[in-house]
């Protein structure tokens, strides 16, 4: 006779049971397997260490560490690895220091840095007398710099005095009164860059100041610290500041040196919009597209069928070119520092159809699926003339449903040139952006090459860059 189980075998209490002790069961396997995993780094870790490869070694017995940290195989390892790394680095800057004490300070730097990360995992040991080396090289390092530091701003070098200063108290902290030298330093140091309104031709005046305003919130953001660190961009407040109308509508480069002085800038930028050159083509798109009709017959059955319709599109789009020219001018003599001249372009399309198709616009294709299948080439052809019309983010659908939403007619928004300027194709009856409007986009992405030219000056003290002695005029 079979007997059958107790009814709470499997039943609630049963499972309860059931499930606690596969789960006991699960934490003793994946237990097991874990040790397995680190006693084998471990192992490893002992045999790379015994062939020379400390490093490696080191590698393994953190690893294991990491998967189960109170091994103390895996800690045995560590140390043992720890330990021969520091005992050759220690011998590599005794050698170094005999020809380059300055190099052999900054391995201390590195070893002092591996041993402070190196504390989770082992105590990094040293030799008895390792302290007072340290200390001994770190002392002559930072005499060094403080000494360079020194001789840098007696010689109108702030920026090279600050690297040094901020070296020695990298050295040792507190050294003398190197951190207070270095905050002083970089104060003079300091260049401060006014972005001052671009001359602009007369037709189109405000389009320097606009430009000038918006490579100056560029900068303003791109160059702060740590991506420059002795170049401050001016805010337009601080430049624009009672300046006549006149004024705002562009400077002589006498005239933007002067206000740099009296604003207290180190550096203008200042330059010259040229002439807006713009052209304008139309495209035409006149052909018939495919709709697809979906028609349920008596039987409640639906078949699907595909209708030629003809349709016009017209396409307009306007091509914009204007130079740019820039100086980086030294405030103090007139120098300049940087100077670039280039053409910036941008073109926008808009797109236009009379024709209002019935149905949905989404029921709407360039060609039948069936026109697709047996004669590709039209396809092929058909799409590459809507594309080169309507540009090759722009589907028939989205053109369809824009025309039904815009009306009998569309107007231009100047919040749309964003849009434009990102390749975006709008439907509109007539309205192209002017001609200033994209100049005025073109010319706001230019910063970049002023930006690398801000960069590369950025470290480079005046006494370097050959400007000469402050002049009392300017041309």
């Not at 237990?31 to 020379?52: D, H, I, M, N, R």
């Not at 800057?93 to 990360?117: C, N, Q, T």
């Not at 002559?140 to 000494?147: D, E, F, N, R």
């Amino acid at each position: 006779m079979i007997h059958s189980p107790p009814a709470d075998t499997y039943g609630t209490k049963g499972g309860h049971i059931m499930f606690r002790r596969l789960s006991s069961v699960f934490l003793v396997i994946a237990f097991v397997v874990g040790c397995a995993g680190t006693s084998k780094l471990s192992e490893k870790s002992e045999k790379k260490l015994a062939s020379g490869d400390a490093w490696r070694a080191w590698q393994l017995a953190t690893r294991a560490l990491d998967k189960e940290p109170g091994n103390p195989r895996a800690r045995s390892a560590a140390t043992a690895a720890g330990a021969s790394i520091a005992e050759d680095w220690q011998r590599r800057i005794h050698a170094l220091a005999e020809v380059d004490s300055l190099g052999a300070a900054e391995e201390v730097l590195k070893l002092a840095d591996f041993r402070a990360k190196a504390a989770r995992y082992a105590t990094i040991a040293v030799g008895a007398g390792w302290p007072e080396e340290e200390r001994t090289l770190r002392r002559a390092a930072a005499k060094v710099h403080y000494q360079n530091g020194n001789e840098a701003f007696q010689s109108k070098r702030p920026k090279r005095a600050c690297d040094e200063f901020s070296d020695a108290e990298r050295f040792v902290t507190g050294y003398r009164d190197a951190a207070k030298r270095a905050d002083r330093a970089l104060e003079e140091a300091l260049s401060r860059v006014a972005v001052v309104p671009f001359r602009a031709p007369p037709s189109d005046a405000s389009l320097g100041i606009q430009v000038a305003r918006a490579w100056r919130d560029e900068l303003i953001e791109d160059l702060a610290p740590p991506a420059a660190r002795f170049t401050r961009i001016m805010a337009g407040d601080a430049i624009e500041r009672d300046m006549r109308v006149s004024d705002l509508d562009g400077l002589s480069r006498r005239d933007a040196i002067r206000l740099g002085r009296v604003r207290g800038a180190q550096r203008v930028v200042w330059g010259s919009i040229g002439n807006v050159q713009s052209s304008t083509r139309l495209h035409v798109f006149n052909d018939t597209v495919a709709r697809r009709v979906v028609e349920k017959g008596q039987d409640g059955r639906e078949s699907t069928h595909w209708m030629e319709v003809p349709i016009e599109v017209v396409a307009r789009v306007r091509d914009v070119t204007v130079h740019v020219d820039y100086e980086v001018i030294d405030a103090g003599s007139g120098a300049s520092l940087a100077h670039r001249q280039f053409d910036r372009s941008t073109s926008a399309r808009v797109v236009w159809t009379s024709s209002q198709l019935e149905g949905d616009p989404a029921s709407y294709s360039l060609v039948s699926d069936e026109v697709r299948v047996a004669n590709p080439n039209r396809a092929r052809d058909v799409e590459k003339r809507w594309a080169s019309v309507c540009g090759n983010a722009t589907t028939l659908a989205q053109v369809l449903d824009a025309r039904r939403k815009a009306g009998p007619s569309g107007h231009y928004d100047r919040q749309a040139l964003p849009r434009f300027v990102a390749g975006a194709a709008f439907v509109f009856l007539e309205d192209l952006p002017p001609a200033a409007d994209l100049a005025f986009t073109a010319l706001t992405q230019g910063s970049g090459p002023l930006r690398e030219d801000l960069l590369r000056l950025d470290p480079i003290d005046d006494a370097d860059l050959d400007v000469g002695e402050p002049a009392g005029d300017v041309r």
